[in-house]
């Protein structure tokens, strides 16, 4: 069962996700990746561990906030996400 960290806060399994994702009060969201680094994982099964860092850009703001975003693949007739930890990086 699929996992993400959002903020803190944990939710599991895909229409979970997909309905906190729903939820969030914006309507556009601009990203300019900074970095992305990725290893394999789980020795034995296809998986991959990345991690993501950039900026984002909501609605109508003009000043970018940092973020950084952990996600894990395993491959199961195609990859999909396992586990994913979003945080926004505030300064």
Same mark, same amino acid.
């Given at each position: 069962?699929?996992?993400?960290?959002?903020?803190? %806060?944990?939710?599991? /399994?895909?229409?979970?996700?997909? #309905?906190?994702?729903?939820?969030?009060? @914006?309507?556009?969201?601009? *990203?300019?990746?900074?970095?992305?680094?990725?290893?394999?994982?789980?020795?034995?099964?296809?998986?991959?561990? %990345?991690?993501?860092? /950039?900026?984002?850009?909501?609605? #109508?703001?003009?000043?970018?906030?940092? @973020?950084?975003?952990?996600? *894990?693949?395993?491959?199961?007739?195609?990859?999909?996400?396992?586990?994913?930890?979003?945080?926004?990086?505030?300064?």
């Amino acid at each position: 069962m699929s996992m993400m960290t959002w903020e803190g %806060v944990q939710i599991q /399994g895909a229409a979970g996700i997909i #309905e906190k994702l729903a939820s969030l009060p @914006f309507k556009r969201v601009q *990203h300019k990746t900074t970095t992305v680094d990725a290893q394999p994982s789980l020795p034995g099964v296809k998986a991959i561990i %990345v991690m993501v860092t /950039g900026q984002l850009l909501v609605d #109508e703001e003009t000043k970018p906030q940092q @973020f950084s975003q952990t996600f *894990h693949l395993v491959e199961d007739k195609g990859y999909f996400v396992y586990n994913d930890i979003f945080r926004l990086n505030y300064a």
